[in-house]
Each structure stands twice: as C-alpha cells, then as structure tokens.
C-alpha cells in the first residue's frame, strides 16, 4: 500500500507526456522533440525582426523602375524627417538662386535684355527701371493671352504627342486635400495611360499626405503589375512651409522666402534616374485648393515670362476644393484673379456661374472621368 502511495505521488511530480519512462530518467531536448524550453531575450528580439522585416515582392522587368521609385522614396523620407522643424536654410536659397541665374544665361532672349538694359542704364539711371516694368506687364499679358487662347481652342490640357512619356506635378496639401488628389487619380488613371512620371510635392513634416502617397502608389503598382502594364514611375520632392502653426511673424518672411525658394527647385529640378521621362519641366502642373498651390503656379508662371520654360511645358490645372460649395476658396480667388491656371475646374454647378470656370461634376465622392476633351 505503501509502495503504491510512493508511486503514485512520483507520478505526480514527474509526468511524462504519455511516455512510459523512469521518472528519473531525463532525456535531452534534441533527443526529445517534445521537450520545451524557455527563449532567452535575444531569441525572442531576433523573431521578432525577422516577422517585422517584409520580404522583397518580385516584379516583371516593366515595374521595376517603379518599385526602385518607392525604395528611394522611403529612403528619403527617413532622412527628412529630421529636417521637418527647419525653418530657415539660406544657403538651399542661395543654391536655387544660382541655379535660376544660369537658367536664365541659357536663353537668347536674357542674354539679348543684357545689353540693352546696359545702353539704357548709360542714357540715364531710371530707364532700366521703366524698361523692366514695360517687360514685366508686357510678358503676364503676353502668357495670359496665349493661355487664353489655348483654352479656347480645346477646353482641356492638351500635351503634344511625344514617344517620351509625361511629366506630371501634383501638388499635395495637409488636410483633406491630399485624399481628395488621391480619389481623383486613383478613378483617372487608366491601364494605357500609366507610362509617365508622377512628382508629388509634399510640405516638410506632412506625414499624413506622405503615408497616403505612398499607399496609393504602391496599390498603382499592385494593379498594374497584375494587368502585366508598365506603372511608370514616380517620386516626392519637399518644399518648406510658407509659415508654420503659431510662428511668429517676425520669422514668417524668411520661411516664406525658403519656401518660394523649394517651389523654384522643384520646379526646375529633372526626375531622378529610375524615371521613364528625361523631361526636366513638368508637362502638367495639378493642385486642388492648399494655399501652396497658389505659389507653384505663379512661380511656373513668372519662369514662362523670363522664358525659362517652354510654353508648352508647365500647363496648370486647379481643381477646386469638394469642401467648397457655395464659394470659391482664397487659392482660388488669387488664381483667377491673376489667370495662372490653363483649366479651371469647378465641382459643383454653382460655382461654374461666378465665373470662367469649367464645370465637370463630382470628382471626389463618386469620381468620374471628365465629361471634356483630353
């Protein structure tokens, strides 16, 4: 009885899985597949890594300058983020400065203004002045007329058909203007029409619009790849913020300064190596209602007046805000005040009435193709 008690308590303390051993015998773990054992620290950190860390997709041979694209753009990104509370950077202003200075020694038509402002300076101190002035209001109406008058022939952008594919700039603000960017491209993107170069332009320290971009692109590719059609390619160029929430006022001209400054670069700056165009100027400039906006398009336009850029490059497109109803937003008012953009878009019919605008419907919430000639 004894014997027995004795037993079965060992048997308690020692269980052995089904097995009919000797409690006392004990096996080792690789002899044992049933043995556990407690991870130590470094185990339990190395697993995790390796489930964190995501394993390369692979690509058809038409993609893969777009899957570089987004390497290089979260590469970038980790290094900007670091920058984001810069607020004045004068010598990024110097360099874009000297790279408009040598941009303008490249046309005939500055280099022909050269002289002649010298011959006028040595008649008398204020003729340059006066002959600046002339030139200035003289090439706005001249840009203005011509962007008239290519509107009337065709109510949408028209690009010149070209083997090199398109340039396309979009213009991305905080809020919710960036999802409504996102929603438009996303319906207005067809199979066909997927080789060209899609630039994002992104506020430093705007993680929201940079997260969607980012998400939308690689859907784009996703869809593409498995339609065996090329994505193109795309990237995202930052700009400085025209002011900062609570900045003071006495530091707001310089920001704004460096900020004017990143729209120049932008503008003028080639796509990067794993692009599908070699053109340096965007064919197409599109933003839909950040204050932002306002500042590409006038510079694309100042650069048109000291024929810096073809014509035919830098066509813009506002579209205004879904948000906006009853009224035109204050980019919008700035825009057509001074006729910067080549097509304005209207979403709702009774915006079209107060204005030269082009009505297309919803674009947004139930995004269509538009109704006009492209």
């Known amino acids: 009885m004894d014997a027995e008690h ?51 997709t692979s690509v058809s041979p038409l ?15 980790e290094k900007v983020v670091r920058y984001a509370t810069s607020i004045w950077n004068p010598f990024g202003v110097i360099g874009v400065m000297w790279q408009l200075f040598k941009l303008a020694l490249c046309t005939h038509m500055i280099r022909c203004w050269i002289p002649i402002y010298t011959g006028l300076y040595l008649i008398c101190w204020y003729y340059p002045i006066l002959a600046y002035i002339f030139f200035i209001c003289s090439r706005h109406y001249i840009v203005v007329f011509d962007r008239w008058g290519s509107t009337k022939k065709a ?11 398109q340039y396309l700039l979009v213009v991305c603000g905080s809020g919710g203007h960036t999802g409504e960017m996102i929603r ?9 029409e997927g080789l060209y170069h899609r630039r994002y332009a992104i506020a430093y320290g705007d993680q929201m619009s940079y997260d969607k971009v980012v998400a939308f692109e690689r859907t784009l590719l996703d869809r593409f790849e498995r339609e065996n059609v090329s994505s ?25 300064l460096s900020c004017l400054a990143d729209v120049f670069r932008i503008l003028i700056t080639a796509p990067g190596r794993y692009t599908v165009t070699d053109y340096r100027f965007p064919g197409v400039i599109v933003t839909d209602g950040p ?8 510079a694309a336009h100042w650069l048109k007046m000291w024929f810096m850029v073809p014509d035919d ?17 204050l980019t919008g008012k700035l825009i057509d005040r001074f006729c910067l953009a080549d097509v304005f878009i209207a979403q709702y019919l009774n915006q079209s009435r107060r204005g030269p605008f082009s009505y297309v419907g919803n674009m947004v919430a139930m995004p269509t193709h538009p109704s006009m000639a492209v």
């Open 313 to 329: 490059f830098m066509q813009s497109i506002f579209v205004e805000s879904w948000a906006r109803v009853n009224s035109i937003s």
């Open 184 to 192: 438009m491209m996303d319906r207005g993107i067809r199979p066909h």
């Open 63 to 77: 993609n893969q300058g777009h899957q570089q694209c987004l390497i290089e753009m979260e590469a970038q990104h």
């Open 291 to 298: 204050g932002s906006g306002f500042l590409f398009l006038l």
């Open 232 to 256: 193109g390619s795309c990237d995202i160029q930052y700009f400085q913020r025209g002011r900062h929430v609570h900045q003071s006022w006495v530091t707001t001209p310089f920001t704004a």
């Open 155 to 165: 109510n949408w952008v028209r690009l010149e058909s070209s083997k090199n594919p």
């Open 6 to 56: 004795v037993q079965s308590r060992k048997g308690q303390d020692f269980p052995q899985d089904g097995q009919n051993k000797p409690p006392t015998q004990f096996t080792s773990p690789s002899s044992n597949p049933t043995s556990r054992r407690t991870p130590t620290i470094e185990e339990l950190l190395s697993a995790i890594a390796e489930d964190d860390t995501p394993e390369p």
